[in-house]
């Protein structure tokens, strides 16, 4: 794991937030150890929040020897960062006077990591000049705060108090955790998902490609501080916090916004880009006939990564690319990474029943500049931050 949190569920109905909190925290490679406050349980079960967590959630301050083989001094040290979310009025207001009469308040006070309190109450509870002094003794203390957004209610008000959406607080919390953004300045052009060539106005080709592995790379890339244009096809997911999307639908409109988007530094080819097209598509849709199936007429698409490739002015500094292979994978993979002229190649087996191809993990055989590594299977989260992480190191100066 990149790194260990200690999350504070407070008591108030924006504690089922907590739970998409989780799951976007382990999908980043985050480890996350749960405390629930007393009222925090009529919100969130500890079941619910133990089965996301992986780990053991603690409700009880004398239970918590019993429950991990842990104290709590201990506990509130072996984390990186200790995270409140949801933060209420009370619990800012014990926090700033130094309470310790529960398992949460007592980490608060016993801790010498860092803090982060993403605040959630009522617009008035908000505003009131108790709860803004209670957070102004907060970050005078040094404390990280993440939100809160103004927004409707659960009780139907509207203003300042609603809790930030989780992918907020996540990008605050990487924020904390690693200030470090080596990729700034750099611009990162990243293509993912897969591409759709028409047959008709309701019929395409394409491929199974769910986008997951090249979104990843793309908010990896922007942790580090790039900025990262990702030419997505078409797919379900999210864009990535702090990336620019530009979504296409052919192969032909993917090679465009790739010309249309540069210069960039690197160039990351990890959409799985159709083949072939037809050579005319029809404008109306094709019907059944009765004597045979019509002939489909294929030529070759564009060859993106091989144009990214090519020398020029306008050639990335690194252009790296993946290849998608059923089997030979070392044999096809470096012949794939001489072919397109790529000055790294990241191949996987997306052979049927592998779950390459929209699942959360992958396995690659990386061809760097002079050697080649095999990766374990792992999420695709971690991998892009292996990734990532490696690019950064490319062009640290260090390593010119």
């Known amino acids: 794991m ?44 500890p079941l619910s929040v133990q089965g996301l967590s992986g780990a053991p959630v603690h409700t009880a301050l004398l239970s918590l020897a019993e429950d991990s083989q842990m104290d709590h001094i201990a506990l509130s040290r072996s984390a990186d960062l200790l995270v409140v979310c949801p933060a209420t009025a009370n619990l800012l207001a014990r926090m700033a006077n130094g309470f310790a009469d529960d398992l949460a308040t007592t980490l608060l006070l016993a801790t010498d990591k860092p803090v982060m309190i993403a605040p ?42 609603r809790l930030s959406e989780p992918e907020s607080i996540v990008t605050a ?24 060539e028409p047959i008709d106005p309701v019929r395409f080709i394409a491929n199974h490609s769910s986008g997951k592995q090249g979104y990843a790379i793309a908010s990896a890339c922007a942790r580090l501080g790039a900025r990262v244009t990702l030419v997505s096809g078409p797919t379900a997911l999210p864009c990535p916090d702090k990336v620019i999307r530009v979504d296409v639908t052919t192969a032909c409109d993917m090679l ?22 037809l050579a005319e598509t029809a404008t109306q849709k094709r019907k059944k006939q009765n004597d045979a199936p019509p002939v489909l007429t294929l030529v070759e698409n564009p060859d993106i990564l091989a144009t990214l490739s090519r020398s020029g002015p306008s050639r990335p500094t690194l252009v790296v690319g993946f290849a998608a292979e059923t089997e030979k994978l070392e044999t096809h993979a470096a012949a794939k990474k001489q072919r397109k002229g ?17 699942g959360d ?12 590594e095999s990766w374990p299977s792992l999420p695709k989260a971690e991998i892009a931050t292996t990734l990532a992480e490696r690019i950064a190191a490319r062009f640290s100066p260090s390593s010119r």
């Open 342 to 358: 790529c000055d790294w190649l990241l191949a996987n087996d997306v052979s049927p029943g592998n779950g390459v191809f929209g």
């Open 2 to 45: 990149r790194a260990r949190i200690i999350l504070i569920i407070g008591g108030g109905i924006a504690a089922y937030k907590s739970l998409e909190l989780i799951r976007l925290l382990r999908k980043r490679d985050i480890a996350v150890e749960c405390v629930l406050t007393e009222s925090a349980t009529h919100f969130v079960t």
């Open 120 to 161: 959630a109450m009522n617009v008035r509870m908000w505003q009131h000049p108790a709860t803004q002094e209670n957070l102004r003794t907060l970050r005078e203390r040094g404390c990280h705060f993440a939100g809160p957004d103004e927004g409707e209610m659960a009780c139907g008000e509207f203003g300042p108090g």
């Open 173 to 196: 919390i990487e924020d904390v955790l690693f200030p470090h953004k080596p990729l700034t300045g750099r611009h990162v052009l990243i293509t993912a998902g897969p591409t759709h």
């Open 361 to 372: 993990h992958n396995r690659i055989l990386f061809l760097g500049d002079e050697s080649t």
């Open 256 to 277: 465009a916004a790739c010309h249309a988007a540069l210069p960039a530094d690197i160039a990351i080819c990890a959409a799985a880009v159709g083949d072939w097209r």
